[in-house]
């Protein structure tokens, strides 16, 4: 079920259909618990993107106004905590734009389970549509606040510029460990037999945090960094 989730952890438009993944009945709904977390990541995601963009200024509170799902919210803490101070509503109206999303999505799944019925898991993988879901008016007000995180943060010319670094270092670090396995460490090694040298790269490369990432960039392209 685990592996089935990650396999199904994508929309409709972008479902896993190679050959190798057809045990887990990619045409079929995953269980619940594999529904809740691909909600759960993209509420979660959104709204620490939020508040990452606005304190790094890619994005501003007269453009968040904009929404009408984060100013319903800013409205409810502004009158819930009157005199708050702006860096303080900021974080609750964050948290209650968190609360918000998941009590709706608690609520209507619920409401669909009891209008469909749902005794079993087999009922749940012959449904034509996810059943964890926002309602109707709340997924058209969610869809306009990842609309504008897509617009103003993401393509925001300074994510791109990161971006294409990242590009950039990564690919460099996998054709130098592709000219040279030997670069890789001797544990890593060891598996090139069983998987290949380029499944190990990637799996190797993977494993690495951001700040790894650019040490061992430093450590195979600085001449005066220690390797």
């Known amino acids: 079920e685990?592996?089935?989730g990650i396999?199904?952890?994508?929309?409709?438009?972008?479902?896993?259909?190679?050959?190798?993944?057809?045990?887990?009945?990619p045409e079929e709904r995953g269980t619940l618990e594999a529904q809740i977390i691909d909600l759960a990541d993209e509420i979660a995601y959104?709204?620490?993107?939020?508040?990452?963009?606005?304190?790094?200024?890619?994005?501003?509170?007269?453009?968040?106004?904009?929404?009408?799902?984060?100013?319903?919210?800013?409205?409810?803490?502004?009158?819930l905590h009157p005199g708050i101070a702006k860096k303080r509503r900021i974080l609750q109206t964050i948290s209650y734009l968190i609360g918000y999303l998941i009590n709706?999505?608690?609520?209507?799944?619920?409401?669909?389970?009891?209008?469909?019925?749902?005794?079993?898991?087999?009922q749940v993988r012959a449904l034509p549509s996810n059943l964890?879901?926002?309602?109707?008016?709340?997924?058209?007000?969610?869809?306009?606040?990842?609309?504008?995180?897509?617009?103003?943060?993401?393509?925001h010319y300074k994510v791109e510029r990161m971006r294409m670094k990242a590009e950039r270092f990564l690919t460099q670090l996998f054709e130098a460990y592709s000219a040279n396995p030997t670069l890789l460490p001797t544990e890593y090694q060891q598996r090139y037999a069983n998987i290949g040298v380029e499944r190990t790269i990637c799996d190797?490369?993977?494993?690495?945090?951001?700040?790894?990432?650019?040490?061992?960039?430093?450590?195979?392209?600085?001449?005066?960094t220690k390797a």
């Not at 972008?14 to 045990?23: E, F, G, I, M, V």
């Not at 669909?112 to 749902?118: K, S």
């Not at 008016?137 to 995180?149: A, D, G, H, P, Q």
């Not at 690495?208 to 450590?219: G, I, N, S, V």
Request: with cysteine; glycine share 4%.
């Open 7 to 25: 396999v199904k952890h994508s929309s409709d438009y972008d479902k896993a259909l190679t050959p190798d993944l057809q045990r887990y009945r």
């Open 132 to 155: 964890i879901q926002l309602s109707n008016e709340t997924c058209i007000k969610n869809r306009e606040l990842k609309k504008f995180l897509h617009e103003k943060l993401y393509r």
């Open 46 to 79: 959104n709204n620490h993107d939020i508040d990452d963009g606005l304190k790094a200024g890619y994005i501003q509170l007269e453009d968040l106004s904009r929404l009408g799902l984060w100013q319903e919210c800013w409205d409810r803490v502004g009158a």
């Open 204 to 224: 190797y490369i993977a494993g690495m945090t951001d700040r790894y990432a650019l040490d061992e960039y430093q450590r195979l392209f600085d001449p005066y």
């Open 104 to 122: 709706d999505l608690v609520e209507t799944t619920l409401k669909g389970i009891q209008q469909r019925q749902i005794r079993d898991l087999d």
């Open 2 to 4: 685990c592996r089935e």
